[in-house]
C-alpha cells in the first residue's frame, strides 16, 4: 500500500509563501557576503531551505562558546541541550528541537523553525546579545612570522623585513598629501598590531504593513584606521574565524606598538554606516514596493472623502471632513516611510601586525596645532604590499589634510573651516551649517538658539530684551512693530493677518486680543478700550455709540429697532406703549403729565 504523504503544517505553509518570489524583496544573506552553507551540488540541498545560510554558523558558534550541546537529528533538523544558564533565554527549556527546511518541520511539527522573524531566531539573537556581544580571534601575523620553526627573539628576526623604512632607501615612504596652512615633519616607522574586525547585526526594515529582517555582516575593517581591509587580509581573517587557520603566537608581537580601537560609539557607527551602504539596494527596493502601496492608499482615501464632502451642505461640516482627510494622508506618508533598526549581534575582533609610518603635522603660526597622521602597510617576506592612507577621523582616503583646532588630523571631507575665528575643525567639534547663513562654525563659537533650538554660530547672535535679557539667533530676533524692542520668536507672536495694519511681529507688552472679532491677535496701537466691560477692540471691529459717542465692543451694541441706530446699554430706551421696541435713549422722553417714558409718536397720544 502506497504511503500517503503527511501534509505541511499551516505555519510551515505560511513560512514557504513569504520566501517564495513575487511576495517582496526577501532579506537574504546574499547581502552578508558569500553563503556558508551547503553548496548546490550537495544532495542536502534537494531539502526545501527556509532558513537564511548565515544563521546555522550563527547557532553552531553560539552552541560551541555556549556550551550547548547540538545532536544532529539530520541535515536539516537539530537537537540543542541548553544548560542551566542559557535557559532563561529559551523559556526556561532544558531541550529544544531546531529545523531548518518545511521537510524537517513536516517529520517534527513540534520544532522550533530559525527563520527570519520566528520566536527561536528571537530568543537566539537575545542570547547572543547578552553573552557573545565581542569574540576575538587572536593575533593574525604573515606566513613567514605564523608559524616560526623557533621562538623569534624579536619582531626583526621573525618578519626579516625591515622595521624602518629608513633603513633601506628604496623603502621610504613619503606623504604626498598637502597639509593646508601646514606641513610635515619628519616619518617615524615601525611594527605595530592593529585591531581588525567586523560586525554581525540583525537589521530590520519597515515600510507601511511590510516588515522584513536580515542577518548581514559588515566586511572586515581596521577598527584603529577605519578603513577596508585589503582582499588576502580578510581571508586570514576568514580562515582563522572558521577555524582553519591558527593564531600566531603572542610574542611574536611582544615588541610590536599596541594601537588602540576606536572609542565605541565611533567604532559603532562605522561599522554601521558600511551595513547602510550594503543594505541600500534593499531598502530601495522596499521604498519602492511601499511609494506603490502609499499610491494606491491615498487614492481609496482621496475617492473616499471626495464621496463624503458631497454629501456635506454647510461649511462647517466640509472643513471638518477637509481636515480629517488631510490628517489621514498624512498619517499613512508617515506610516509608509521606510524606517531601517539595527540590531548589533556580535563584533569578531583580531589583532593585525602591520607596518606603520606616522608624519607630525604642524599649522603655522601664529595658529600652531599640532597633529598626527599614520599610514600602514601589510607586512610579507617581500615588503612590497601598498601603504594604505586613509583620513584618522572618517576613514576615507584624504585628498588633503588640515588640523583640527583639538590637535588632531582631519581630511576635506570631514572638517571644516569656521566662519568666525577662521580655525579648522573636524564635524566632531562644530556645525557644517550655522541655521542663519548655512555657514560653518567650531564648537567654540556654536551657540543654541533657546527659541527655535537650531544651532547657529556666534556671528548671528543677538539679545532679546525680554525680561533681563538672551541671547538668541538673529533670525528669531526682529524689532517690535509697535514700540521697537528686539525681541524673539519665543517672547513675541505675530498679530493676524487680518487686523487693521495687517501682520506684525509684537512683544508681549505690545500685544492686545481683540474682543470684538474671534479674539485675534493685534497691537496696542489698533486697539481701543471698550467704555462698557474696558476690553481692546481694534478698529476693524469697533463701534461708537450714537447717543454719547464712545468705543463699544459689538456685545455691548445694539441697533434701535426704528431708527436702526448704535447704543450701548447704558443709551438704550424703551416707549410705555411699545415695550417690545428698542430705543435709543434720546428717541424717548417723560410725559409732562404722568411722567412714563414714550416716544414720540406716542408722546401726544398719552392718556395721562
Known amino acids: 500500500m502506497k504511503r500517503r504523504r503527511k501534509p505541511r503544517p499551516k505555519s510551515a505553509s505560511k513560512l514557504a509563501a513569504r520566501r517564495r518570489p513575487g511576495n517582496g524583496p526577501a532579506l537574504a544573506a546574499s547581502a552578508a557576503g558569500p553563503s556558508r552553507g551547503l553548496s548546490r551540488d550537495s544532495p542536502e540541498r534537494d531539502t526545501d531551505a527556509l532558513t537564511d545560510a548565515g544563521l546555522q554558523p550563527l547557532l553552531e558558534r553560539y552552541c560551541r562558546l555556549a556550551g550547548v550541546k547540538r545532536a544532529a537529528l539530520g541535515p536539516d533538523h537539530a537537537e540543542l541541550s541548553v544548560p542551566p544558564g542559557e535557559r532563561p533565554f529559551f523559556r526556561d527549556r532544558a531541550s529544544l528541537r531546531v529545523a531548518f527546511s518545511l521537510d524537517a518541520l513536516e517529520r517534527d511539527p513540534d520544532a522550533e523553525i530559525a527563520v527570519l522573524g520566528s520566536p527561536f531566531l528571537a530568543q537566539l539573537i537575545e542570547a547572543i546579545r547578552a553573552r557573545g556581544a565581542r569574540r576575538s580571534l587572536g593575533l593574525i601575523a604573515p606566513a613567514s612570522a605564523s608559524a616560526p ?80 581591509l585589503s582582499d588576502d587580509l580578510a581571508a586570514e581573517f576568514r580562515e582563522l574565524e572558521a577555524g582553519r587557520g591558527a593564531p600566531a603566537d603572542p610574542s611574536v608581537a611582544a615588541d610590536a606598538t599596541a594601537i588602540s580601537a576606536r572609542e565605541p560609539a565611533e567604532l559603532l557607527g562605522l561599522l554601521l554606516a558600511h551595513l547602510r551602504d550594503k543594505s541600500a539596494e534593499r531598502v530601495a527596493a522596499r521604498r519602492a514596493v511601499a511609494e506603490r502601496e502609499l499610491a494606491a492608499e491615498l487614492g481609496r482615501l482621496d475617492r473616499y472623502f471626495e464621496s463624503v464632502l458631497k454629501e456635506q451642505s454647510d461649511p462647517e461640516g466640509v472643513a471638518t471632513v477637509t481636515a480629517l482627510a488631510e490628517r489621514r494622508r498624512t498619517e499613512e506618508i508617515r506610516r509608509s516611510q521606510v524606517k531601517a533598526v539595527v540590531h548589533p549581534l556580535q563584533l569578531i575582533e583580531a589583532a593585525l601586525l602591520l607596518q606603520r609610518a606616522e608624519w607630525q603635522l604642524e599649522s603655522a603660526p601664529p595658529r600652531e596645532r599640532r597633529a598626527t597622521f599614520s599610514a600602514q602597510r601589510a607586512l610579507g617576506s617581500a615588503g612590497a604590499a601598498a601603504w594604505v592612507m586613509a583620513c584618522p577621523h572618517c576613514g576615507r582616503p584624504p585628498a588633503l589634510l588640515l588640523i583640527c583646532r583639538h590637535d588632531h588630523c582631519a581630511c576635506e571631507a570631514c572638517a571644516h573651516r569656521c566662519s568666525v575665528c577662521g580655525e579648522d575643525f573636524c564635524a566632531d567639534h562644530g556645525i557644517a551649517q550655522c541655521r542663519v547663513d548655512a555657514q560653518p562654525a567650531c564648537d567654540e563659537h556654536v551657540r543654541v538658539c533657546p527659541s527655535c533650538r537650531l544651532e547657529h554660530c556666534t556671528a548671528h547672535e543677538g539679545v532679546c530684551s525680554e525680561g533681563e535679557g538672551h541671547a538668541a539667533c538673529s533670525a528669531c530676533l526682529a524689532p517690535c512693530a509697535s514700540c521697537g524692542r528686539v525681541v524673539c520668536n519665543r517672547h513675541a507672536e505675530r498679530s493676524h493677518a487680518e487686523a487693521p495694519k495687517g501682520s506684525r511681529h509684537l512683544c508681549a507688552t505690545c500685544l492686545r486680543y481683540c474682543e470684538g472679532g474671534t479674539n485675534e491677535p493685534v497691537g496696542v496701537d489698533e486697539v481701543a478700550q471698550c467704555a462698557s466691560c474696558g476690553k481692546s477692540v481694534c478698529t476693524a471691529h469697533q463701534a461708537v455709540c450714537a447717543v454719547d459717542g464712545q468705543v463699544h465692543c459689538s456685545p455691548h451694541l445694539r441697533r434701535t429697532d426704528t431708527s436702526q441706530r448704535l447704543v450701548c446699554a447704558r443709551h438704550r430706551g424703551a416707549c410705555a406703549y411699545e415695550p417690545g421696541v428698542l430705543f435709543a435713549t434720546d428717541e424717548v422722553g417723560a410725559c409732562p403729565i404722568c411722567g412714563k417714558s414714550v416716544c414720540e409718536s406716542h408722546r401726544a397720544t398719552c392718556t395721562h
Not at 195 to 217: H, K, N, Q, T
Open 149 to 228: 620553526s623557533s621562538p623569534p627573539a624579536t619582531v626583526r628576526e621573525s618578519f626579516r623585513v625591515p622595521l624602518s623604512l629608513r633603513e633601506r632607501g628604496d623603502d621610504r615612504v613619503e606623504l604626498t598629501i598637502p597639509v593646508r596652512d601646514g606641513a610635515a615633519k619628519g616619518v617615524e616607522t615601525h611594527v605595530a598590531v592593529h585591531p581588525v574586525g567586523r560586525l554581525s547585526a540583525r537589521v530590520v526594515l519597515r515600510a507601511g504593513a511590510g516588515v522584513e529582517e536580515a542577518v548581514v555582516e559588515s566586511d572586515v575593517y581596521d577598527l584603529s584606521a577605519g578603513v577596508k
